[in-house]
């Protein structure tokens, strides 16, 4: 084994630095003895919540946030470009009250959030986040960075939001929150043992994290993306539940596919909530175009609109969009706009790597990208999304096609 995925060893974990990015072993059996977060601090070995304290007695020291990534319904991400964490709390399921559960996640969440826009002194009583995903086998697991609660760039009320969910008919709440990856490499071990003694500005604290804590400063950690383009598999659902929902709006569309095209202006709004005005092109004089539209930036006093020309094809996965279909929409996109291609399939490696290597402002939205989108607005599963089709293009057709 080679030293990038070596990882710092089950024996070691006590006692070591948490760098970004690095991986940390757990140990080789199945039973929770070998989970490597309760080794690095005392938070407990279970659950996407964990922490030193109790937070219904508002004592919390030091807490953590696992993710496996395996959960659809409820899919953290991390966005390395801007440095936002976005995570979901801990009522999955209906039948109880957004605060009522087990590990008390929610009402951390709640507290800290509410601290987050108080005085130094509210913030010098948050707890530093420690963010870990899964990784490799057995229970290792990567530390991804120190999180804070907010950003800089969201307003207290879409930092913390109660999103409704249904399941089984039932509907129910859960949080939906917004952290901030901090620009600290290394979260130093002496630094950890200052926290759980109580001193969270120690003198080993990261200058990060004391400019947070003293004036709500962000200095997020960014990282911009080395590898221009997608592979096919990238593009694409890599889970059952995925391809099913992608399968079910493909279907939806196919015997209509014009129809389609309303459709990716919603998923597109869904992604981009500052779009403006949009209007769909006749299907007979598109001119390579389906829609045309506004993005709007800048305060709400003096809006600054970019058009943008939006093109969408209702392919099955295994038809790829070509090098002719982005040209078709690149040469109508004039001077100060940009382009939006929307596809139920996935893009040719030659015509993406052309659209990135020519730097054309195009935003490129494939099959697993939607499902992405479905998800984050609460359809997760084939049936929510063709309740979702029914409800807002009844007049789409769904007919049974054949495989392939």
Not at 5 to 27: E, I, M, N, Q, T
Not at 149 to 175: E, M
Not at 198 to 223: C, F
């Amino acid at each position: 084994m080679n030293e990038l995925v070596a990882g710092v060893p089950f024996s070691d974990l006590a006692r070591s630095d948490l760098v970004v990015d690095k991986d940390y072993l757990g140990g080789r059996t199945t039973n929770v003895g070998s989970d490597p977060i309760a080794k690095i601090v005392p938070v407990g070995n279970q659950g996407g919540f964990r922490y030193a304290g109790s937070p219904n007695n508002r004592t919390v020291k030091l807490a953590v946030l696992y993710s496996s990534g395996q959960d659809p319904d409820w899919p953290d991400s991390l966005d390395e470009q801007t440095g936002i964490f976005t995570y979901y709390g801990d009522n999955k399921r209906p039948g109880r009250e957004l605060h009522d559960t087990e590990r008390s996640g929610n009402v951390l969440l709640r507290d800290v959030f509410a601290s987050c826009y108080g005085t130094a002194e509210d913030r010098r009583r948050v707890a530093p986040f420690l963010l870990f995903v899964k990784a490799g086998m057995w229970r290792d697991v990567r530390f991804r960075g120190l999180l804070v609660p907010g950003t800089s760039s969201t307003s207290s009320d879409d930092d913390l939001q109660a999103v409704w969910r249904s399941k089984d008919g039932l509907r129910f709440q859960n949080y939906r929150a917004k952290f901030t990856v901090l620009d600290v490499p290394t979260v130093p071990r002496r630094w950890l043992d200052e926290v759980l003694g109580g001193n969270p500005i120690g003198p080993h604290a990261p200058d990060a994290w004391k400019q947070w804590v003293e004036g709500r400063a962000y200095h997020a950690l960014t990282a911009g993306k080395t590898t221009a383009t997608r592979t096919r598999e990238q593009q694409l659902p890599n889970d059952r539940e995925g391809s099913a929902m992608l399968e079910v709006l493909h279907r939806w569309f196919a015997s209509r596919p014009y129809a389609f095209e309303a459709c990716a202006v919603e998923l597109w709004r869904m992604t981009a909530a500052n779009t403006g005005r949009v209007e769909l092109t006749q299907p007979s004089r598109d001119g390579g175009r389906d829609a045309v539209g506004d993005y709007m930036l800048g305060p709400l006093a003096d809006r600054v609109s970019v058009e943008f020309v939006l093109e969408a094809k209702c392919y099955v996965h295994t038809n790829s969009v070509g090098v002719r279909e982005l040209s078709r929409l690149i040469s109508r996109m004039r001077h100060r706009m940009f382009g939006v291609f929307v596809t139920t399939s996935y893009y040719h490696h030659q015509a993406y790597e052309e659209v990135r290597t020519d730097r054309h402002p195009l935003v490129l939205i494939s099959g697993r990208d939607i499902v992405d989108i479905l998800r984050a607005h609460g359809y997760g599963s084939a049936d929510a999304v063709r309740r979702w089709l029914a409800q807002q293009f009844p007049g789409a057709d769904i007919t049974p096609l054949p495989n392939g």
